[in-house]
């Protein structure tokens, strides 16, 4: 028996990163949290603090701001890709490399002035293993409710069921979903207008689907997003039940009448799931 | 010498309340964090434990609820006076009220689907002593930043004074104001319109301004809400200053160009004022 | 009319500074968390963005590093002290400056080892005004819980009350309490004595009470401390009511017997109150 | 092609629960946090809202508070064995389940009086496929910092490396582990003592580690870990590198000497790495 090095990765995280690129009338500005995890050949910083293959993590900090002067940002699928591609070639112990980059929204007020918008952020992450790449792209924080459209009811029953069934419920949940994309070669898509579209068609399966369970409705969610965009090879969702419990105010002689709601915090119903294509591509080192 | 019991006072936070006024074609939500704080003639439960003056907070809690239930909730400054009024009309030991409400905004996808927006939070905060009523809006969240038209230079030097002078820097921050309305009377002013003249007017103003320090934009800020809505007296603004440093490339041999910057968290700028009238009406206990 | 510039200061906030002093066999580590705010004649960079008064924020986070190696830290007290002192001393334009600080606690493994132990915070707050200072002294997240001696009956009813009496409650709170010292002169006390004391003094209350309502419970340690410590005018507590609700099991056919509580988030209830001596010194500009 | 549902699960997520063992001098109190995901044939809620399958999220929050009251908690590795275990062998749909628990630690203040401890946290996962089992225990929120003998240099140089090295720096990370357990049977551990054997050796291989990489601390965590304790198969840690850095003291004519140090946020190093046994059983479905 002997003790050994098993899977290991090492990276900065949590880069925040404000890009302006100038124009005469107005500017525009990208909002960015980029996080690099570099994984290979590591074992002597490991045993022995040998850290002669050790790129730096704050040269990997360094990194990502020079590219954003170099190259600029663009769309965050693209920058990470160049970002985890550079880390892979430039360095020979590095075999791996995962970009995250989390994009928050701002709307413009005026030219050079913004104001920062929803809670909905765009995430991107990108693996590279020196031969291929995979790009995965995602939303968090897209919080959404429905009034009408929701029921639960026929489900299993034990010994500890006590809910009762419902066929009109407050149905809300705040989204985080990421998306595999088929191919990320020359064939890839425009990755704004994917995003857009991914989160569109989302909001709208929620919005539509009369919903019998969360469940059922994260499936529509992925389908439609699936349907509408051929570049999707998988989706994956999770769902956070976010119960809204109608008052009970017979005690004090009213009746809620499906108005009044107490919207708690925890425990919350957690749905996760997948949804796919049965000859999408293998997933290889996406996720 | 002896030992009193000083100034006090207790009260249910944060209740969690959806309201959902039922139409045929859409429903209209309001999302809302409720806090009550209660103060009077309060000895006994203190030096003894005796409660017999002491409305239970989790009865406050539902009598938000109720009063969500029996007279809608509407704007949130009047939802907050009728139960600041009603805890210290019916309960002979409470001789003030306070309260808090925090409004979370939604944007409508479809007549009964809605999506969180936004970071900023709309606020009120109400007291009333029993003859007397004051009401104070407001906003909390509001992130915004320049990319242009700021600048910060000719400021006082001391031996740790080691800040360069800059003609040209990225100003963000994320703006709480509050203020203060006149009155409350029967010419109190339309909560929602003014609520959202207010808020604009500071988002105008922070555009608008040449800036030569965060202190002249807090100060401009406010001096246009007062300008343009007369129902208001006073105004308070605390606004952090979220430094964004630019990053030095020249170690790799780039030059920024006022390009790319760096987020900072901690520390940061904290920039407080007030902005007010100079025949406001005494502030009696509206803060 | 006109619109003037009212009460306002500025600061850098949340300045993290590590101490380390360092020792043969062991060091010493201070952990702090610094705030500074300034007030006095700043009406021209309000007005105009004139700097020439404005001591920046950069150099007042420079001062917190600088008189950490000059002096040392020593007690966030007398660290505090020194700091305010020093900024209206040293500019003109300042009148008032108020320091607050947190201290993170740490205990020790090995000599230059160390374990971040609790969630209790150590504070400190002063005021000075060039003539006078005052010292404000306090402790936040200490998170207490009695599974025995807490009842709660006998209060006020109304129509919305439903609670139901208890003569067996849990009770937990995570105690924030501030207090003011009577002096700061010559004769100030041993800051870290009178901390450490105080601390305990309000455990010991807060378990040794038989508690009617949590109000009784504050009031008891307040009482203590005073009684305790000489050094201390008054003290202000701030005592969420973190409610365990005993689970109703008898829907599956148990009964709980006083064994199975459910920690609710929200909403809480928020008791404040302040203990004092009747004889205590004007609190000044103290909070 | 064809559109497919995927790998999913659901459950109900941060039960919130305080089990309080009654004893006539002291009680004992265990607070936990726990979250339970189930997952089978679940098909026919995704795609019809068929959920006779479903066990409600709500009926599990009640199986947990239920387990509590019949079996009492205990340890919490057995405690979630047990959950897991009913909610395969009771439900046919479900072929898998995953329980997560979280345990705040508190020290006891008097028989019934008790204040909440540390900022570690104590976590087990437990995996049950129906046949076997797995447990994984560990440990989050473990901050530790050394204020001697760590060092950083010999790296790898690119072209974005401005990194100066060093013999003398902060070591700071709140370790968050998680180690599995070879066999969870007759022989299966006592987990109190197996916890806290591994939770003392990681800290102790902290402090004397004399390191020259986080990695090398971190490979010297887990093999201390897995030369002491037999019955851990695997460890995976993930240590952000709390980075402190030096501040300049030269601009204003002062010499650091290696005492103050500004504590950053963001961005930070994160190593995250494995050590294992080379003749560990496989891992299976405890990840």
């Known amino acids: 028996m002997a003790i050994v090095l098993g899977a290991n990765q090492y990276g900065k995280a949590e880069v925040r990163l404000l890009d302006v690129s100038r124009g005469d009338a107005a500017d525009v500005i990208t909002d960015l949290n980029v996080s690099v995890a570099l994984s290979g050949e590591l074992t002597a910083t490991h045993l022995s603090g040998d850290n002669s293959d050790v790129l730096t993590t704050d040269a990997q900090k360094n990194t990502v701001f020079a590219f954003a002067r ?45 104001v920062r918008s929803g809670r909905e952020v765009r995430t991107a992450t990108v693996s590279h293993d020196g031969a291929d790449s995979w790009v995965v792209s995602g939303v968090s924080g897209l919080t959404v409710l429905n009034t009408a459209g929701s029921e ?44 857009r579209e991914a989160r569109d068609l989302m909001l709208r399966a929620f919005a539509d689907t009369h919903s019998y369970s969360l469940q059922q409705t994260l499936y529509a969610m992925g389908e439609r997003v699936l349907d509408g965009r051929p570049e999707i090879a998988e989706i994956r969702l999770a769902l956070p039940n976010k119960h809204h419990f109608e008052v009970d105010m017979s005690p004090f002689g009213l009746e809620n009448g499906g108005q009044v709601f107490y919207a708690a915090d925890r425990p919350y119903g957690l749905i996760e799931g997948t949804v796919t294509r049965d000859d999408a591509p293998p997933p290889g080192k996406a996720w």
Chains 1, 2, 3, 4 share one sequence.
């Open 70 to 114: 170099e190259g600029g940002v663009g769309e965050i699928e693209d920058f990470a890709l160049r970002l985890a591609r550079h880390f892979v070639a430039s360095q020979a112990a590095i075999s791996f490399a995962r970009v995250a980059v989390e994009q928050y929204p701002w709307e413009r007020l005026a030219g050079h002035s913004f």
């Open 152 to 195: 639960f009811w026929g489900f299993a029953r034990d010994r500890y069921t006590t809910l009762a069934e419902t066929t009109d419920r407050i149905l809300a949940t705040a989204v985080s979903a990421r998306w595999r994309h088929a191919s990320v070669t020359a064939s890839a898509p425009c990755w704004a207008d994917s995003y």
